[in-house]
């Protein structure tokens, strides 16, 4: 596949997404177009990517360059990372013009994103995600977040980049787990709005999940452009935006009773929660068996081990039902949950009694 470019195209902001191969060699030329003529750049970047790669960016770029090594964990995704990178630009009397650049995964690109949103009411932001995940889901869409002692991503704000840069170059140092974490993502996205990607992906997994080309770019370009298709309608997730939480209610109880630990990554609490939400729709007679069972067999595919009963037993059920009442979609004390209709299409603000959600939970570790 041919580099290509999708424009995001919102009410108030309008910003290029660049998905391809070797990107990061053109970024002078790519930054030349799409008029960011930043004097410094403070360049975030997470410590597992090889330097090598960050060099290129020393190299192609002519301007005053800053660099910031960040360790990425949900720990350090917190007001104190905020504040060092704060503290880098007012040290060097960056202006609302300079540039911050996050080199990195959604954690990365979620604390300077924020940053950036905060520093002199709003610097320019460039985000060059390196994550499966960041290049299909994190990096659009303006969400920007740190955690708190109370929660995660409960602090934080609504802010567009001027640029994302999805170079599939990075990809190649992922490990195998973390891109099933991205591809949980992308899966997500095709239940949400695409049939005909949802058979891609079912046809050509392997050769995705092995960075074959063209399949890698395709699934990361058709992923990118349903989130797109979604933000644009609704960018502060007041209606449409919600569905894209699919699976996520049920996902947030799995990963927070683990504590966000690596027992459990985020896209494999996505899968499971996935997993949950097929089957509360087929329950709920919305969603037919066959595909239903498309549905989990996928799952089953991606990790055979992902199955509810080899992470949580009954035991777990009040557990779990705590941090799904918790849930920021719910009102008043109804739990709202995003259900498939067919493949291709969801619906959202389903609301239903605790109740109902709990004998749900039980009866998943039957
Ligand atoms: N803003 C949004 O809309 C949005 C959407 C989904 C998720 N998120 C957030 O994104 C975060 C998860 O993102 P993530 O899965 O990218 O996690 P992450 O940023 O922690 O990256 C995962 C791991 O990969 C490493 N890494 C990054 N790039 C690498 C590379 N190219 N080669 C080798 N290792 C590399 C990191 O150091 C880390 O260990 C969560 O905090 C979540 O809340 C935000």
């Known amino acids: 596949m041919k580099n290509k470019k999708i424009l ?8 290029n997404i660049y998905v391809g191969s070797n990107l990061i060699a053109q970024i002078n030329k790519i930054l030349k177009k799409d008029k960011i003529n930043a004097k410094n750049f403070l360049i975030i970047y997470d410590s597992k990517v090889p330097f090598k790669i960050i060099n290129i960016l020393r190299k192609k770029i002519k301007e005053n360059i800053i660099f910031h090594k960040f360790y990425s964990s949900e720990k350090n995704k917190n007001q104190k990372s905020v504040n060092k990178i704060l503290n880098i630009m007012l040290k060097n009397n960056f202006n ?3 540039c911050l650049i996050a080199v990195g995964g959604g954690i990365i690109g979620d604390v ?16 060059i995600p390196t994550t499966l995940l960041a290049q299909v889901d994190s990096s659009i869409g303006g969400k920007t977040g740190i955690n708190s002692d109370y929660g995660k991503n409960l602090i934080g704000s609504f802010y567009q980049p001027d640029l994302v840069i999805a170079d599939i170059k990075f990809l190649k140092y992922l490990p195998k787990r973390e891109l099933i974490c991205g591809y949980a993502e992308i899966f997500k996205h095709s239940i949400i709005s695409d049939k005909k990607f949802f058979y891609f992906l079912l046809n050509n997994f392997e050769k995705i999940i092995n960075l074959k080309k063209p399949y890698i770019d395709q699934a990361i ?6 989130k797109k298709k979604i933000v644009e309608k609704d960018v502060k997730e007041k209606n449409l935006r919600k569905t894209l939480n699919l699976g996520h209610t049920f996902a947030h109880s ?3 009773t683990y ?3 690596k027992g459990l990554n985020h896209g494999e609490a996505v899968l499971l929660g996935i997993n949950s939400a097929s089957e509360f729709s087929f329950k709920k007679n919305l969603l037919n068996y066959k595909e239903y069972k498309l549905i989990i067999n996928h799952i089953s595919k991606i990790n055979n081990s992902l199955k509810i009963n080899n992470y949580f037993n009954k035991k777990d059920t009040n557990k779990l039902l705590g941090y799904i009442k918790n849930d920021k979609k ?3 004390k109804k739990i709202n949950l995003i259900l498939i209709n067919k493949i291709g299409q969801v619906s959202y603000n389903n609301f239903f009694e605790l109740k109902e959600i709990s004998k749900f ?3 998943q570790f039957l």
């Open 8 to 15: 995001i195209n919102s009410k108030d902001s309008n910003y």
């Open 96 to 98: 609302r013009n300079d």
């Open 112 to 127: 300077s994103a924020f940053a950036a949103s905060i520093f002199k009411r709003g610097l320019k932001f460039i985000n």
């Open 221 to 226: 370009y058709k992923s990118c452009f349903i």
């Open 254 to 256: 799995y990963e927070a």
């Open 259 to 261: 504590k966000y630990s």
């Open 330 to 332: 719910n009102i008043s």
């Open 361 to 363: 939970i039980r009866n």
